[in-house]
């Protein structure tokens, strides 16, 4: 058994396939009609055929019980960028306990994307800020030997 790829049911694919190049930067890898297979795996089908496959009339969108999540090594010019894409915010940036910045945003659809810092990043940043690794590894609730290898 192998997990091949998380797959989206979409409404309309020209638009989503626009949104996630527009916003995510991702590009059409695989293009089979119906099923468009973006750069990173990420996978959409068209809510017409999805009907046939499961034998539905109707498909539920943005039940807020599943979301993709990406990592951002430059967050803050993404989050900058984002502002300028007209997304409809779950909420804006946030900081997590553990100090990494995320933020999540609704597709066309009504799925949840969320964009997190590059945790190496929030690690360096740390340090950056004078912590040191053992501090740094207690604020991020990390094994120190994770603090060590973002170092590198």
């Known amino acids: 058994m192998k997990f091949m790829n998380p797959m989206l049911v979409v409404a309309d694919m020209d638009r989503s396939v626009e949104f996630y190049k527009e ?5 059409v890898i695989m293009d089979f009609g119906a099923n468009k ?3 990173g795996g990420l996978a959409l089908q068209t809510a017409e055929t999805y009907k046939k496959f499961i034998g539905k009339d109707e498909i539920s969108f943005g039940s807020c019980s599943f979301e993709i999540y990406f990592e951002e090594d430059d967050f803050d010019d993404f989050a900058a960028r984002l502002e300028k894409c007209g997304v409809q915010y779950v909420h804006p940036v946030m900081e997590h306990s553990w100090g990494q910045r995320v933020v999540r945003f609704y597709d066309p659809d009504g799925h949840i994307v969320e ?3 590059n945790i190496k990043a ?3 940043r740390f340090l950056q800020s004078g912590m040191t690794p053992e501090e ?3 604020r991020m609730d990390v094994p120190l030997k994770f603090v060590k290898a973002s170092i590198k």
Do not use: K, P, Q, Y
């Open 115 to 117: 964009v997190g810092e």
């Open 37 to 39: 297979t973006l750069t």
């Open 136 to 138: 740094t590894a207690a």
């Open 122 to 124: 929030v690690c360096r």
């Open 23 to 27: 916003v995510l930067g991702l590009h």
